[in-house]
């Protein structure tokens, strides 16, 4: 067996091949028996004719490298073999938001998803997060059609992916058109410039919903059904392209299957630009779902979602590759960092992302981390980086990667008080919605107040001095401010900050920086200061 993973840790490469092979050789002699148990099984149970068979096909979105879920998808997609004609696609954010995908740089997601045998999928925003050429590289290793109809090589003017794929699912024969959010440019920017600048790649916002109809107008008639693969999401957005926005703007699309705002949708009915019915679904985020589309042979359609939560089925052979790239991060994570006297909550109690609309404690010691450690006059960061609550007890390594999971640097720019005052507008103005670039912040206070029109809501904007007490903040001074590259270089923070003047590059990761912080700083011990939201943020209501 040739076979090896690369685990990629900061700058340093490290090649476990033996170790990898022998978990899986360990793995298939543990499994053996289960292998023959499902044979038996599946030659005793009673079987339909196949004119008696529906097609299903299952879906995920927003994996975001929930990886143990991969094995009892395919569990389930597999167990249907007697009642249906099946097929597994995923419609996107799958190679990050977790240490599978942050230390492999995505290789670990792609060989799990190998193994899972999609039959298609389209991008996700987060796709991009390790730049256009590992993302291209990742899927040149890829087994399944990738998708994509608004994703354009600038230079040739060409799609970087098939805007569509035919494929025959037992008696009926589906096209699958793709499209990922245009919103990508702007919160991933920087994956579509090279280094001098220069515009490499285009997702067409302004022809998004054109070129999805131009897609779907080519297979119709090949086709008995068109389900659109998309990573759009149903929230209003600075594109405003959305999937409910496209099954309105387009004709002779029958499903979308939806992602990128980890909405739960297990049925919806959305009516095209034609006054016909189209079906929506999405199934939230990390495998807390399986979506399925139901095609009986009659021609009616239907989606719903199943709980994979306590979803008792695992294929072996995807499990064994799982098990085995679990074994290795856990060689890799398992370290205790620190002890946490404290629940850090990115959710309020209705399971809304408060780190996205207001002040949170977990969003509060990431700001503290960076400015610390960077010795800046205050921190600032978006509060769709920080991506899982960590409860009370043991932290380990891989408990801080999972909160912090991309591959984002420390770095600290320079920011007039008028530019900050401005920044905070822009970032705060669709509070209480949730918003990625929503401020988590350390060394200032402000209060937004929303009985004030949009652009005049920054009010008591102090920041701390080093004498430890808390200043108005000069609208025509300098200061130094400590933030994710990220954020600088246009994909976070609405862009607000690219002509900003950086004077530390690339101090240190993210969760590298936290890390620091809790263990230097701190001493190994996340304590009481850091029960609840500390007062920074004020959210004065209408």
Do not use: W
Request: aromatic share 8%; proline share 3%.
């Amino acid at each position: 067996m040739n076979y090896f993973v690369t685990l990629h840790h900061k700058t340093t490469e490290s090649f476990i091949s033996a170790y990898y092979i022998k978990h899986l050789i360990f793995r298939k002699m543990k499994y053996k028996y289960l292998v023959l148990l499902t044979i038996v099984s599946s030659v005793v149970m009673s079987c339909k004719t196949d004119n008696d068979k529906s097609t299903v096909v299952l879906f995920d979105n927003d994996v975001h490298c929930g990886i143990e879920g991969y094995a009892k998808m395919a569990a389930l997609r597999d167990l249907m073999v007697d009642t249906a004609y099946t097929c597994l696609v995923s419609n996107g954010d799958y190679l990050q938001g977790g240490p599978a995908g942050a230390l492999s740089k995505g290789e670990y997601i792609i060989d799990i998803m190998n193994k899972a045998r999609y039959t298609a999928v389209t991008l996700g925003n987060h796709e991009f997060d390790y730049k256009a050429p590992r993302m291209l590289e990742l899927f040149d290793r890829f087994n399944a059609p990738v998708v994509c109809t608004n994703l354009v090589d600038v230079a040739t003017g060409k799609r970087v992916y098939p805007e569509s794929i035919i494929r025959k699912v037992g008696k009926k024969t589906i096209g699958f058109v793709g499209v990922v959010t245009p919103t990508t440019l702007n919160t991933e920017e920087y994956a579509f410039y090279d280094e001098d600048g220069k515009q490499l790649y285009d997702l067409c916002e302004k022809t998004t919903y054109e070129l999805v109809q131009k897609a779907v107008n080519k297979i119709r008639k090949k086709v008995d059904y068109v389900v659109v693969l998309a990573h759009l999401g149903e929230d209003p957005n600075e594109t405003n392209v959305d999937s409910h926005g496209l099954i309105q703007a387009t004709t002779g699309i029958d499903v979308v299957l939806d992602g990128h705002t980890h909405s739960e949708i297990p049925q919806e009915f959305v009516m095209n630009k034609a006054g016909k019915p189209v079906l929506i679904a999405q199934t939230g985020t990390k495998y807390d779902n399986a979506g399925k589309l139901v095609i009986r042979r009659d021609g009616r359609m239907s989606t719903e979602l199943i709980s994979l939560k306590n979803y008792p089925y695992r294929d072996q052979e995807v499990r064994m590759v799982t098990d085995s790239v679990l074994d290795v991060l856990d060689a890799q994570t398992s370290r205790v960092i620190c002890q946490n006297e404290v629940d850090l909550k990115i959710l309020d109690a209705e399971g809304k992302q408060q780190v996205r609309y207001a002040e949170s404690n977990a969003g509060d010691l990431v700001a503290d981390a960076y400015r610390i450690v960077s010795g800046a006059e205050f921190a600032m960061t978006n509060g769709g980086g920080v991506r899982v609550d960590l409860l009370k007890g043991q932290l380990t390594y891989g408990d801080l990667v999972t909160m912090l999971p991309f591959d984002n640097n420390v770095c600290v720019i320079e920011i007039t008080g008028a530019q900050l005052k401005d920044l905070l507008e822009t970032c705060t103005q669709y509070t209480p919605v949730e918003f990625g670039d929503f401020p988590q912040v350390s060394g200032i206070k402000f209060t937004i107040d929303k009985r004030r029109n949009v652009g005049d809501r920054i009010t008591d904007l102090v920041i701390l001095n080093k004498g430890g007490n808390y200043e108005p903040v000069q609208m025509d001074r300098t200061y130094s401010m400590a933030t994710i590259d990220y954020c600088v270089t246009g994909g976070g923070f609405v862009g607000k900050l690219k002509q900003n003047k950086i004077t530390n590059p690339s101090l240190i990761l993210y969760n590298e920086c936290l890390i620091k912080y809790v263990t230097e700083n701190l001493g190994g011990h996340i304590g009481q200061e850091y029960a609840a939201p500390q007062g920074r943020i004020t959210i004065v209501e209408k």
